[in-house]
């Protein structure tokens, strides 16, 4: 499958969303601290983050798959997958600074 410019500009929006949700979360976590233990809750935001990321952007590319009438290979699979994760580790000092910016 061909990873166009467009699908990293969608990938960047889907991550800008995922991003746009942090002081969701932190209002989750507080409203919850009472009945949970977390030690760390700017870690637990960051995984938040990662996990809406990861799977608003397999969905886009399931579907982008789906779309073209690709076969979906594990080899595929594997390389949409490390083009999603680069693109969450090229923003990942600016989703860190978000979060503690909360």
């Not at 976590?29 to 990662?50: A, D, T």
């Not at 680069?86 to 503690?100: A, C, E, G, S, T």
Request: glycine share 2%; net charge negative.
């Amino acid at each position: 499958m061909i990873f166009e410019i467009e699908d990293k500009h969608e990938l960047e929006n889907l991550l800008k969303i995922a991003t746009s949700q942090i002081p969701k979360y932190f209002n989750l976590i507080n409203s919850l601290n009472e009945k949970w233990e977390i030690k760390n809750p700017h870690e637990c935001i960051f995984g938040m983050v990662f996990e809406k990321y990861i799977h608003d952007s397999g969905q886009y590319l399931k579907n982008k798959i789906t779309d073209e009438n690709k076969i979906n290979t594990v080899e595929s699979s594997m390389e949409l997958f490390d083009a999603e994760i680069k693109i969450f580790n090229d923003h990942i000092l600016d989703i860190k600074r978000q979060i503690y910016e909360n």
